[in-house]
């Protein structure tokens, strides 16, 4: 086999990212909440940069106002600020796992038991059940499944009703019981039949218990007032609050859009180190390291007001866009595509992806993901953006009797004159996109 040495040169393109317009790019597609961790990151590596947030206390006000206040006061103090009111501004929320120790407190358990009740207080789910391994975990705390089982039973008896329960049915039957309801027929159903009651198979549940209509419907309705999720209120979450990075007003017939510039976090420049770079002759590694910073922070001073700049500029285009919507509302979403936005701007559709991505605009009509403005639809008569048919069929629904819902066909033929022909398959498919049952399970006795 021959081997040929040689030195061919070849002439390609690339596109080579600098370290500042990765920064640039990156920024952009970040969320303000995001951008907010990258900020203060930057603030312990970058000694040059200074932060300051718009979201300051009067303190001295606050504590005057405090001092002020005397025990027989029937009316707040009211405040310029409704933010210097510090009881609006923390709130504690005690989880479900702390709630029911602290109920555990109050029984008298000896030592070894309120072990077992505490493992069995850690080992139940957001929602509230008791779904591990009974003989597991009774080899692993040294008891019997006998005392396990008892230990459960008395963490079945907290608050909320229903809790520790090992199963629905099992939960359903406590908070019975809580409520001293004894109905041998309500536990049977419960234990065996609710699924025919959940695919509202209520005539099988007649013939199956020899009851009629009336009756079955009576125990229905006891059901419905049942928890089946005891859990969930005290589900410990960790609150995310959506700042809007937008905000749209109407003054007279326009809409003004501007940036939300409250509470955001603003860079300064320490001028210590500005000085510093100035007086300093000999120290050429200190002078390096300082240029070094100072551009740093430069950079990332441009980066953020580029983006800015980057989400208003998309901002407005969408509410000029989408001006029929502002005014009158969902069922005027046009459908629009980024390549749209960014003809209009003459920017790169990813510059578009990355300015609406995890932003939010404050509307008239509440808050929105920029996202939601970009929607597919069907060219007709008029373009008719999918969304705006999922909420013209919501409306159809929640207007039907309930005792004779619409079937998808139904929906299909109303739509139709209203001038949106589609297929019943795609009512359904916008349905159940909805989070709707179909007739049969939103019928109603």
């Not at 979403?333 to 510059?351: F, G, M, R, V, Y």
Request: net charge neutral; with cysteine.
């Amino acid at each position: 086999m021959k081997i040929n040495f040689g030195l061919e040169l070849n002439q390609s393109q690339k596109l080579v990212l600098t370290k500042q317009l990765k920064q640039s790019l990156d920024i952009l597609n970040m969320s303000t909440h995001d951008l907010e961790e990258v900020i203060s990151k930057e603030r312990e590596e970058n000694p040059v940069i200074e932060i300051d947030k718009n979201d300051k206390i009067d303190w001295e006000k606050y504590i005057n106002n405090i001092n002020n206040r005397t025990y027989n006061q029937t009316n707040p103090v009211n405040y310029d600020n409704e933010d210097y009111n510090i009881e609006n501004m923390i709130k504690y929320n005690m989880n479900l796992y702390e709630y029911l120790k602290n109920q555990i407190n109050y029984y008298n358990l000896n030592k070894k038991d309120k072990e077992i009740v505490e493992y069995i207080i850690d080992s139940i789910d957001d929602q509230g059940y008791f779904k591990s391994d009974i003989e597991e975990i009774a080899n692993i705390l040294k008891t019997t499944k006998e005392n396990l089982i008892k230990n459960l039973k008395v963490v079945q008896t907290l608050e909320p009703s229903g809790i520790g329960a090992r199963s629905i049915e099992e939960c359903l039957i406590i908070q019975l019981k809580e409520k001293n309801i004894q109905d041998d027929l309500l536990e049977n159903i419960i234990e065996n039949d609710l699924k025919l009651l959940a695919d509202k198979k209520y005539k099988e549940v007649c013939k199956k218990y020899r009851i009629n209509m009336e009756k079955c419907i009576e125990v229905i309705n006891i059901i419905k007032k049942l928890n089946p999720k005891p859990g969930n209120k005290y589900t410990s979450s960790k609150n995310n609050y959506i700042t809007p990075d937008v905000i749209v007003e109407k003054i007279g017939r326009e809409y003004e859009v501007y940036l939300n510039e409250k509470n955001t976090t603003h860079i300064k420049i320490n001028k210590f180190y500005e000085e510093i770079l100035k007086s300093s002759q000999d120290d050429e590694n200190a002078k390096q390291y300082i240029k070094e910073k100072l551009n740093s922070a430069f950079n990332l001073v441009k980066n953020i007001e580029s983006r800015k700049n980057t989400i208003l500029r998309i901002s407005k285009e969408i509410v000029k866009y989408q001006y029929e919507f502002f005014e009158n509302g969902n069922k005027y979403l046009k459908p629009l595509i980024l390549k749209d936005i960014a003809q209009n701007l003459e920017i790169h559709e990813s510059t578009v992806s990355r300015g609406v991505n995890g932003k939010y605009i404050l509307t008239p009509h509440g808050m929105f993901e920029l996202k939601y403005f970009f929607s597919s639809g069907l060219k007709q008569q008029e373009d008719i953006a999918s969304t705006s048919i999922k909420n013209i069929i919501k409306e159809i629904i929640n207007s039907e009797d309930k005792k004779k819902p619409y079937s998808d066909s139904k929906i299909c033929t109303l739509l139709e004159k209203k001038d949106i022909n589609i297929s019943r398959r795609t009512v359904a498919k916008y349905r159940e996109e909805l989070g709707i049952g179909s007739s049969s399970k939103r019928k109603e006795f």
